[in-house]
Nanobody, 123 residues
Framework: QVQLVESGGGLVQAGGSLRLSCAASERTFRRYAMGWFRQAPGEEREFVAAINWSTSIRRYADSVKGRFTISRDNGKNTVYLQMNSLKPEDTAVYYC????????????????WGQGTQVTVSS
């Protein structure tokens, strides 16, 4: 059972940056593709970014392309989401997820989830 713990959320002004981290409890993490999703109040959980185990595949939602970067450090069992040029519409709880069994952008295919970290972008 993989446990995921997100950190790095907070309050930032529009145009600012944050880096989210997601630490995994198991070394098997390095075999898993990982994803970041977000959910705003009253909205469905939406895909943000995903990365495969070797970092050869990275996917992004159109809304964050060119602003967000997903990366991972398998030696530290950690995946990161660097968020630049933040906008108020990026405000949401951000979740990391592991071990998708299908389309990386589909949240239902992920087997493990973190508890989420709040990101609030003020205008």
């Amino acid at each position: 059972q993989v446990q995921l713990v997100e950190s790095g959320g907070g309050l930032v002004q529009a145009g600012g940056s944050l880096r989210l981290s997601c630490a995994a409890s198991e070394r098997t993490f390095r075999r898993y593709a990982m994803g970041w999703f977000r959910q705003a109040p009253g909205e469905e959980r939406e895909f943000v970014a995903a990365i495969n185990w070797s970092t050869s595949i990275r996917r992004y939602a159109d809304s964050v392309k060119g602003r967000f970067t997903i990366s991972r450090d398998n030696g530290k069992n950690t995946v990161y989401l660097q968020m630049n040029s933040l906008k108020p519409e990026d405000t949401a709880v951000y979740y990391c997820a592991a071990d998708p069994t299908g389309d990386y952008s589909d949240y239902v295919v992920y087997n493990y989830w973190g508890q989420g970290t709040q990101v609030t972008v003020s205008s």
